[in-house]
């Protein structure tokens, strides 16, 4: 879904084209497709590629099933990244990529019906951002359990034992959200303001929490070897993806008020 030019401007904005040749796929039509995709997770690997694209017809997104090998259609893995590393993305660019009609998901006509995806996308970010701080806690208890200072661990210390008990109430209120919200979903009750709220809280909270377990291994907090400073990276990139603090907050806004902040 997410393009070079676009971010959170993506519902209006979505660039990459679709347009449907009712004379050419045997019959059956089919659809050309032409933009750019950036961001996206594993796409060096796959052989199909769900494509998120706006019909030039009734200006509606609509999504298709293109083989990886189409003609057209090339990508580059990103390089650089600080975070999330393990995850390599992709920029895929499409000129006249050819898709027949079959490919087209009956069931995606519109951004109401991107959206159903999104509430379930965010619900894993939610879990992503309170896996963090469970992994951020373990890495800081393991340091601070054979670290010595001034003679002692300093895990006996006053201000280190505050910053973990910080992070371990981060943990468990996100703990606490994250398993409820499941449940709710499990009951088949998908709320778009709920998983907004989960997701922008956690991701809120992870960003504190890797913080702390960063402050407690001192000038080794940016070392690889002690996983605080991957902790601390892969928090940043789970802050912004699958919409901004901001972006989010403006979802559940109007489930509070009743009135729409977008512009």
Same mark, same amino acid.
């Given at each position: 879904?997410?393009?070079?030019?676009?971010? #959170?401007?993506?519902?209006?904005?979505?660039?990459?084209?679709?347009?449907?040749?009712?004379?050419?796929?045997?019959?059956?039509?089919?659809?050309?497709?032409?933009?750019?995709?950036?961001?996206?997770?594993?796409?060096?690997?796959?052989?199909?590629?769900?494509?998120?694209?706006?019909?030039?017809?009734?200006?509606?997104?609509?999504?298709?099933?293109?083989?990886? *090998?189409?003609?057209?259609?090339?990508?580059?893995?990103?390089?650089?990244?600080?975070?999330?590393?393990?995850?390599?993305? #992709?920029?895929?660019?499409?000129?006249?990529?050819?898709?027949?009609?079959?490919?087209?998901?009956? *069931?995606?006509?519109?951004?109401?019906?991107?959206?159903?995806?999104?509430?379930?996308?965010?619900?894993?970010?939610?879990?992503?951002?309170?896996?963090?701080?469970?992994?951020?806690?373990?890495?800081?208890?393991? !340091?601070?359990?054979?670290?010595?200072?001034?003679?002692?661990?300093?895990?006996?210390?006053?201000?280190?034992?505050?910053?973990?008990?910080?992070?371990?109430?981060?943990?468990?209120?996100?703990?606490?959200?994250?398993?409820?919200?499941?449940?709710?979903?499990?009951?088949?009750? !998908?709320?778009?303001?709920?998983?907004?709220?989960?997701?922008?809280?956690?991701?809120?909270?992870?960003?504190?929490?890797?913080?702390?377990?960063?402050?407690?291994?001192?000038?080794?907090?940016?070392?690889?070897?002690?996983?605080?400073?991957?902790?601390?990276?892969?928090?940043?990139?789970? !802050?912004?993806?699958?919409?901004?603090?901001?972006?989010?907050?403006?979802?559940?806004?109007?489930?509070?008020?009743?009135?729409?902040?977008?512009?």
């Amino acid at each position: 879904m997410t393009e070079p030019g676009h971010g #959170s401007d993506i519902a209006g904005g979505l660039a990459t084209t679709a347009r449907f040749d009712e004379a050419a796929g045997d019959g059956e039509g089919r659809w050309i497709i032409d933009g750019a995709k950036r961001w996206i997770g594993g796409a060096s690997r796959a052989d199909i590629i769900a494509v998120f694209a706006r019909d030039v017809a009734d200006s509606q997104v609509k999504v298709f099933l293109v083989p990886s *090998e189409s003609s057209g259609l090339s990508m580059d893995t990103m390089v650089g990244k600080a975070a999330l590393r393990p995850m390599q993305n #992709s920029v895929i660019r499409f000129e006249e990529v050819a898709a027949p009609e079959s490919a087209r998901l009956r *069931e995606m006509n519109s951004w109401r019906d991107v959206n159903r995806i999104l509430r379930v996308m965010r619900s894993d970010v939610a879990w992503i951002a309170t896996g963090l701080q469970a992994g951020a806690l373990d890495a800081a208890l393991a !340091y601070v359990r054979k670290r010595e200072q001034f003679g002692r661990s300093i895990g006996s210390c006053q201000l280190v034992q505050e910053k973990l008990a910080r992070i371990l109430g981060n943990l468990t209120a996100s703990l606490g959200m994250v398993v409820q919200l499941s449940a709710q979903q499990d009951a088949g009750n !998908y709320v778009d303001a709920n998983s907004a709220l989960a997701k922008m809280q956690t991701a809120r909270m992870a960003r504190e929490s890797v913080s702390l377990a960063r402050e407690v291994h001192g000038g080794n907090g940016i070392l690889l070897e002690n996983d605080a400073a991957r902790f601390f990276a892969d928090a940043e990139a789970v !802050y912004s993806y699958e919409g901004t603090h901001e972006v989010i907050a403006l979802i559940v806004g109007p489930a509070l008020t009743g009135e729409s902040a977008f512009v």
